[in-house]
Nanobody, 121 residues
Framework: QVQLVESGGGLVQAGGSLRLSCAAS????????MGWFRQAPGKQREFVAV???????NYADSVKGRFTVSRDNAKDTAFLQMNSLNPEDTAVYYC???????????????WGQGTQVTVSS
């Protein structure tokens, strides 16, 4: 099994910044994609950002230019640097990881428990 532990959420004023972390542990051979989704109250979970093992990135249009996703492959950890936050960014942020348990087994997706980000106006 694999556990993803997120940290770094909290309350911040509009225009401020937060940095989320997502650390994976457990039975891991390697991790392919790592990324982030978010879910605001009353809304569906939406894609935020993803980073491949080689460092390729993709972002939702709503966060481009403000958020930066990165990772440390040696530590099986991903980060989400969030700048210029606005109240519309308020949500529970979930990280995920595409984990390879062995070279002969298909990868599996795992999710973190979520961390609350609240942006006050």
């Amino acid at each position: 099994q694999v556990q993803l532990v997120e940290s770094g959420g909290g309350l911040v004023q509009a225009g401020g910044s937060l940095r989320l972390s997502c650390a994976a542990s457990g039975s891991i051979f390697m991790i392919d994609d790592m990324g982030w989704f978010r879910q605001a109250p009353g809304k569906q979970r939406e894609f935020v950002a993803v980073i491949t093992r080689s460092g390729g990135t993709n972002y939702a249009d709503s966060v481009k230019g403000r958020f930066t996703v990165s990772r440390d492959n040696a530590k099986d950890t991903a980060f989400l640097q969030m700048n210029s936050l606005n109240p519309e960014d308020t949500a529970v942020y979930y990280c995920y990881a595409e984990v390879v348990h062995s070279p002969t087994v298909a990868s599996k997706y795992y999710w973190g428990q979520g961390t609350q980000v609240t942006v006050s106006s």
